[in-house]
């Protein structure tokens, strides 16, 4: 990333290209236009991956729902997808499985024929393996699940990740390994057009001073809030965006004690898929909830039906793990960028992208799932090469070479979650002796880790560290010495960032109040 206090030589710039949105589709787009030699430059008004990007249910998949919707090529592109992210980040997206228990005789046929479209589209891969469960074995190895009217399970292979840490790494290894900048924290003011190229203003959040960026085009990746971003760009105000709130609940894994990711329906007779998911810091992830969400965005969060629709879900799957309200650590909820459309409710709306010119200067990218990210950056990179007359797709190869040899605990640890990146945390750990210690006994989360968010991927408050890299915000209400954490963490973040005693005094009073309700917004 850029030294921030360079910003000021942007304004004596023109860039080819300007993308609005640091989610995981401005990343994508921002690293595949980097490769193909364009001088891109990407604003977030937020932190990156702090909108719908870091409020997704963490899965990297093929989306076997949406066969029974005909979407057989959103799916194909989707498995393969996921099995580059598999191969491309590693140390972010692992394999897992998923069971799916069948309550049926007309849903066990309905989920076999869907298992093997799913194994078709994708016979190469090391994940197509899909096994048959009958009934007993079923509940032998679940015990806790609904035994009635059970009829059998399906055990098949997806993908879990970390939202927000893949996006993040997209865009850090774009601007590492290319001329590309990224901000945080800077927000579009306005815009006038030039005979030369488009002007914006920009506010920097951050230096608290106002940038002028000139670019040739502008690529709005600005999820949800699209119409909102189009509206300053045009004075026709259109709406085709149609907001859908999603929902999840985070338990302990000593209260859902499963390895796998279960995919259940709920008992509200919507036939809406619910999954539980294994993920960071000992925690499970439940959810989603899918309701048509008509607010404002940034106003999105958490409400009693939300919680309790999830709850007697789970309650009716799994009636002997009494799970209710008070297990509940914490929740977060994001809006998902579906496109309008007024004869179809929002569980059914399609998870496929629309790309088009809004005028000849600005590119609009909308809808699509995490997964497929790269390949809307893709026809985004080709409908600009078209746009600008540039002929040459020879790519720039990123740097992504490692060759660490070392073997001891921590060492592992750090290669296997960091990766490319791991000569730089030893770096950090070699000029500071405290570096390798853990920031708590209650967590597998050392100092170094946190220094290194802090140094190279932009972190400006304690939000970004604790929700958005380390993802302790998801579990903090149920550690004991919460409070011990938080300081810690803040004092690493005021002495690398130069920070005030008032500035990080304020800032754990806004993360507390951000958690105070269990509710990460």
């Not at 048959?132 to 009635?148: A, F, M, P, Q, V």
């Not at 294994?278 to 409400?303: H, M, Q």
């Not at 893709?378 to 060759?403: P, V, W």
């Not at 806004?510 to 917004?521: A, D, G, P, R």
């Amino acid at each position: 990333m850029m030294n921030r206090k360079d910003c000021q030589n942007i304004n004596n710039e023109v860039y080819d290209v300007l993308i609005v949105g640091g989610g995981i589709t401005g990343a994508g787009i921002l690293s595949e236009l980097s490769e193909r030699g364009y001088n891109a430059i990407l604003i977030e008004k937020g932190d990156f991956a702090s909108g719908t990007s870091s409020k997704s249910a963490k899965l990297v998949h093929g989306g076997l729902r949406y066969l029974q919707y005909g979407h057989f090529k959103l799916v194909k592109e989707s498995l393969k997808e996921r099995d580059y992210l598999l191969s491309k980040y590693p140390h972010i997206v692992k394999p897992l499985e998923f069971i799916y228990p069948v309550y049926s005789f007309s849903l066990k046929v309905k989920v076999f024929i869907g298992l093997l479209f799913y194994k078709l589209f994708s016979w190469k891969s090391k994940l197509s393996k899909i096994r048959y469960i009958g009934r007993n074995k079923t509940l032998k190895k679940y015990k806790d699940i609904n035994s009635r009217d059970l009829k059998c399970s399906f055990s098949y292979f997806d993908a879990v990740t970390s939202d927000a840490r893949l996006c993040n790494e997209i865009i850090y290894n774009s601007c590492n390994n290319s001329k590309a900048i990224a901000l945080n924290y800077c927000k579009l003011k306005s815009l006038r057009y030039t005979n030369e190229f488009i002007s914006v203003k920009c506010y920097d959040n951050i230096l608290k001073t106002e940038l002028n960026i000139k670019a040739q085009y502008i690529v709005n990746a600005s999820g949800p809030w699209m119409d909102e971003l189009n509206s300053t760009f045009n004075s026709e105000k259109i709406k085709i965006t149609a907001p859908s709130k999603g929902i999840h609940i985070v338990l302990s894994k000593s209260k859902f004690p499963y390895d796998c990711s279960f995919v259940f329906t709920s008992n509200a007779n919507d036939k809406r898929w619910i999954y539980s998911v294994p993920w960071e810091n000992n925690s499970v992830l439940i959810g989603a909830t899918d309701t048509t969400y008509d607010d404002k965005i940034d106003n999105v969060s958490v409400n009693k039906e939300d919680v309790e629709y999830i709850i007697k879900a789970l309650q009716n799957f799994a009636p002997e793990l009494n799970i209710s309200n008070a297990d509940i650590i914490s929740s977060f909820s994001g809006i998902r960028p579906l496109l309008k459309n007024e004869n179809v409710s929002s569980k059914d709306l399609s998870r496929e992208y629309k790309i088009w010119w809004l005028d000849d200067k600005i590119l609009n990218v909308f809808g699509g799932k995490l997964t497929g990210f790269r390949s809307m950056a893709n026809i985004s990179a080709n409908m600009l090469d078209a746009k600008s007359n540039r002929t040459s797709k020879t790519k720039i190869a990123l740097n992504n070479d490692y060759n660490i040899n070392k073997n001891d605990e921590f060492s592992k640890y750090i290669i296997n979650k960091y990766l490319y990146e791991s000569e730089r945390l030893f770096s950090i750990c070699e000029e500071n002796s405290n570096a390798n210690n853990k920031i708590s006994k209650d967590l597998d989360i050392y100092i170094v880790e946190v220094i290194y968010f802090i140094r190279y991927q932009s972190c400006y408050f304690l939000s970004d560290i604790l929700t958005r890299r380390l993802s302790i915000s998801y579990v903090i209400a149920s550690l004991k010495n919460k409070d011990e954490i938080i300081k810690k963490v803040a004092n690493i973040l005021k002495k690398e960032n130069k920070l005030t005693d008032e500035e990080i005094n304020n800032d754990i009073f806004m993360y507390e109040k951000m958690c105070e309700n269990n509710s990460l917004i």
